[in-house]
């Protein structure tokens, strides 16, 4: 039943590729095996080529997952929804007051991102009750919440200091195809700042000066898509 289930799926994944509008087989970075897919800025939304400082991910009770990246100095937040990650779209592009550049820092119960703002000391909270429809709201708060322990199910006990902002440092990644006979780079991926990997699909996001890199993970994608399938014939 399962090797019924991943040929369905082998079949489907091919035959949209062959039908959807944007989507170009050929711009695509294909490893040998075609277990990995790269995935460039210019190979997405066009959100996805701007220069990102910060990124995180979400995942709401309707089973869709979301790609928060902070843009334009924290002028600008995009929201990418990558619950496919054959088929990332841009769910809302939305501008932000004008506190400043900031950081997710670490989430708040299940419908809440902690960010601190990079001047100032500010601390804020993305409202995520709404996925589609964050909403950004400052709040009065001194102590340190990034490293505030849980305290009972709505609590949190933080220790009364700043947040010390340290700056990420850009890196530079090589890919490597390990499935070729010879080693083989499949992109060099530079100024590099955040990454962050979708454990269920295997996806990893790249942000940096040239937007988002998306690395695709084949072999997890489809495994995922026959444990959803089993769980809703449950």
Do not use: C, W
Not at 148 to 176: D, H, K, M
Request: hydrophobic share 40%; net charge neutral.
């Amino acid at each position: 039943m399962t090797n019924i289930i991943k040929s369905a799926i082998t079949v489907s994944l091919t035959a949209a590729a062959l039908v959807v509008p944007g989507l170009s087989a050929q711009a695509e970075i294909h490893s040998k095996s075609k277990e990995l897919v790269v995935m460039e800025a210019r190979d997405l939304p066009e959100q996805a080529q701007m220069k990102g400082h910060s990124l995180f991910l979400h995942s709401d009770n309707a089973g869709s997952t979301y790609l928060y990246v902070e843009q334009q100095q924290g002028a600008r937040l995009s929201v990418f929804d990558v619950t496919d990650p054959a088929r990332i779209k841009l769910a809302v592009s939305t501008p932000l007051p004008a506190e400043g550049a900031f950081d997710f820092v670490r989430p708040l119960g299940d419908n809440a991102e902690l960010v601190y703002f990079r001047k100032d000391q500010k601390v804020g909270v993305l409202d995520l009750h709404k996925a589609k429809k964050p909403v950004l709201r400052t709040i009065s708060i001194t102590a340190n919440l990034d490293t505030a322990e849980s305290f009972g199910q709505s609590g949190l006990l933080a220790a009364g200091q700043s947040y010390n902002y340290v700056p990420a440092v850009a890196r530079e990644y090589q890919l490597i195809d390990t499935s070729s006979a010879n080693l083989t780079s499949l992109i060099t991926l530079k100024d590099v700042k955040h990454r962050v990997t979708n454990n269920e699909t295997g996806t990893t996001f790249f942000l940096g000066n040239n937007g988002l890199t998306v690395v695709r993970r084949i072999g997890i994608e489809n495994d995922y898509k026959i444990h959803q399938m089993q769980m809703q014939g449950n």
